[in-house]
């Protein structure tokens, strides 16, 4: 009886992967980006940021872009933009470079980034989001149309697909320049996170919530003073950890990061990852 229940369990198996055309990979580690325009990709890509992109670095495409040859849904090799089709570079792009630099060979890191400039938080509140658009300015409603009018659903929706593939290990945050002030901010983020969790079925104890620092006070950011309210949102998550922006050199604005700045922040979200995870970055 027990050899006949096994050799049943082992076709079962068998069906089920012929179906789905694939398992999911517990070594392919999954990370949910969102936010605003420093999240999105405000700087210019250079050569240098089109080159040598690990085939183990891979990114979900969020929407359809045909100028690039990717479709939404799908995993491609994260060679930029890793946002939207017309997107710059990201914190996430060289995060990602870093954690396949820094993780054994099996691993392979996968990312998902929805963001849309100039947007507040409330904007992936899945509850109040369709409040908060009504008065937006008609470029963000364009930008905002490219995910079908709902952000958040479509982080969820692209989330849950990836799922199928492999493990959800962590989130990444760049949001709070359109929030600068906001004293409720880290409250409105955890119902974010909150929701997350409870959608796509996540432990908050094993998802991490990384977020990162606006332009600092060195660079004289216009948005600096909002940092003093991001230090505190461990104070609302248990499992946040804050990236600092100190030293990532910025553009003319003030407001956003230049590509050297991307590349720099990137790789303190993957070193505040990688301790996360238990690894340590190469020096």
Same mark, same amino acid.
């Given at each position: 009886?027990?050899?006949?229940?096994?050799?049943?369990?082992?076709?079962?198996?068998?069906?089920?992967?012929?179906?789905?055309?694939?398992?999911? *990979? =517990?070594?392919? &580690?999954?990370?949910?980006?969102?936010?605003?325009?420093?999240?999105?990709? %405000?700087?210019?890509? #250079?050569?240098?940021?089109?080159?040598?992109?690990?085939?183990?670095?891979?990114?979900?495409?969020?929407?359809?872009?045909?100028?690039?040859?990717?479709?939404?849904?799908?995993?491609?090799?994260?060679?930029?933009?890793?946002?939207?089709?017309?997107?710059?570079?990201?914190?996430?792009?060289?995060?990602?470079?870093?954690?396949?630099?820094?993780?054994?060979?099996?691993?392979?890191?996968?990312?998902?980034?929805?963001?849309?400039?100039?947007?507040?938080?409330?904007?992936? *509140? =899945?509850?109040? &989001?369709?409040?908060?658009?009504?008065?937006?300015?008609?470029?963000?409603? %364009?930008?905002?149309? #490219?995910?079908?009018?709902?952000?958040?659903?479509?982080?969820?929706?692209?989330?849950?697909?990836?799922?199928?593939?492999?493990?959800?290990?962590?989130?990444?945050?760049?949001?709070?320049?359109?929030?600068?002030?906001?004293?409720?901010?880290?409250?409105?983020?955890?119902?974010?996170?909150?929701?997350?969790?409870?959608?796509?079925?996540?432990?908050?104890?094993?998802?991490?919530?990384?977020?990162?620092?606006?332009?600092?006070?060195?660079?004289?950011?216009?948005?600096?003073?909002?940092?003093?309210?991001?230090?505190?949102?461990?104070?609302?998550?248990?499992?946040?950890?804050?990236?600092?922006?100190?030293?990532?050199?910025?553009?003319?604005?003030?407001?956003?990061?230049?590509?050297?700045?991307?590349?720099?922040?990137?790789?303190?979200?993957?070193?505040?990852?990688?301790?996360?995870?238990?690894?340590?970055?190469?020096?």
């Amino acid at each position: 009886m027990g050899k006949i229940f096994t050799t049943a369990t082992l076709l079962l198996t068998f069906l089920l992967l012929s179906l789905t055309g694939s398992a999911q *990979d =517990k070594n392919f &580690y999954i990370f949910l980006c969102f936010g605003q325009s420093n999240m999105e990709g %405000n700087a210019k890509i #250079e050569p240098q940021d089109t080159i040598n992109v690990n085939s183990r670095f891979q990114v979900m495409e969020a929407v359809d872009c045909p100028a690039i040859n990717r479709t939404k849904g799908n995993w491609y090799t994260a060679v930029p933009p890793l946002c939207r089709c017309r997107t710059g570079l990201t914190p996430a792009d060289y995060f990602g470079r870093e954690l396949v630099a820094n993780l054994p060979e099996k691993v392979r890191v996968g990312v998902i980034n929805v963001a849309v400039g100039g947007c507040k938080i409330e904007l992936f *509140d =899945k509850d109040h &989001y369709e409040a908060y658009t009504v008065d937006v300015p008609g470029w963000m409603k %364009n930008m905002i149309k #490219e995910y079908d009018g709902n952000p958040y659903g479509r982080l969820v929706e692209m989330a849950k697909l990836a799922q199928k593939d492999g493990v959800i290990k962590g989130i990444l945050l760049h949001q709070g320049e359109s929030n600068t002030g906001d004293t409720l901010w880290t409250k409105k983020v955890k119902v974010v996170y909150d929701n997350l969790m409870h959608d796509l079925n996540l432990k908050p104890k094993k998802v991490p919530l990384l977020a990162g620092e606006t332009v600092n006070a060195d660079q004289e950011g216009k948005c600096a003073s909002m940092n003093k309210i991001i230090a505190t949102l461990p104070q609302a998550i248990k499992n946040a950890h804050v990236i600092s922006s100190a030293g990532c050199t910025d553009s003319a604005d003030n407001l956003h990061f230049n590509a050297a700045g991307y590349r720099e922040l990137g790789k303190r979200y993957a070193a505040t990852m990688l301790n996360l995870l238990g690894h340590k970055m190469a020096q």
